[in-house]
């Protein structure tokens, strides 16, 4: 059974501080994105990833980095949270080619 | 970049009955379109994928064809339950080793 695990389910930040999401795979997939969902508008990439040290900006990449040392591991970086960077926060991971893509629960993300 | 328009937002329909699903794409290069499925509370899942060099796909009471003249595919939902219940993503990615671009959901109804 393929597994992506994201750290947190719900998190509450307050703004100005630095914010860590995580998410691991446990199926040696190269491939790993970060998305956003928000009410209305669907699933924006945020940033992927398709090997180690190696990623990609995505369509809505202001305000977050990533960082992916390991194979498993791509985490989500908000450098300084606010407000509007309150959401849903998904993970996926996948084989290069057109292949599924597999989605982590979400860490539902408040920054207050 | 791609950019994918999903339609109608909601969608309800009676028990029974068929739901379509349409999604247009801007990129003529893309070459993979999956549809994934998101109840309430729960990560998106892959429900039937479809590539540019197939029109049609069946799978059970879903299919997916594609119009790749016209840049749009579509998901055909026939004898709906109320299980069906929930927001259907369409996606599409460009070249390999580029991410999936969604759509911004349909909410899909089915009442008993």
């Known amino acids: 059974d393929v597994k992506v695990t994201q750290s947190s389910r719900y998190l509450v930040k307050r703004t100005g501080e630095k914010v860590f999401l995580e998410c691991v795979q446990d199926m040696d997939h190269e491939n790993m994105f970060w998305y956003r969902q928000d009410p209305g508008l669907g699933l924006r990439l945020i940033y992927f990833?398709?090997?180690?040290?190696?990623?990609e900006k995505g369509d809505i990449p202001e305000g977050y980095s990533v960082s992916r040392e390991k194979k498993e591991r791509f985490s989500l970086i908000l450098e300084s949270a606010s407000t509007n960077q309150t959401s849903m926060y998904l993970c996926a991971s996948s084989f290069p080619g057109d292949t599924e893509a597999f989605f982590g629960q979400g860490t539902r993300l408040t920054v207050v | 970049g791609e950019n994918v328009e999903q339609h109608p937002s909601t969608l309800s329909v009676q028990e029974g009955d068929s739901a379509v699903i349409k999604c247009t794409y801007s990129d003529s290069a893309s070459n993979y379109f999956p549809w994934y499925k998101q109840e309430l509370g729960k990560r998106p899942q892959l429900i039937i994928d479809i590539r540019s060099n197939v029109g049609e796909k069946k799978d059970q009471r879903i299919a997916v064809t594609l119009n790749k003249t016209a840049k749009h595919f579509s998901l055909h939902i026939t004898e709906t339950q109320p299980e069906d219940s929930a927001v259907y993503f369409c996606a599409a990615r460009y070249q390999a080793g580029t991410a999936l671009i969604f759509g911004k959901g349909t909410t899909l109804s089915v009442s008993s």
């Open positions: 990833s398709y090997d180690v040290k190696m990623k």
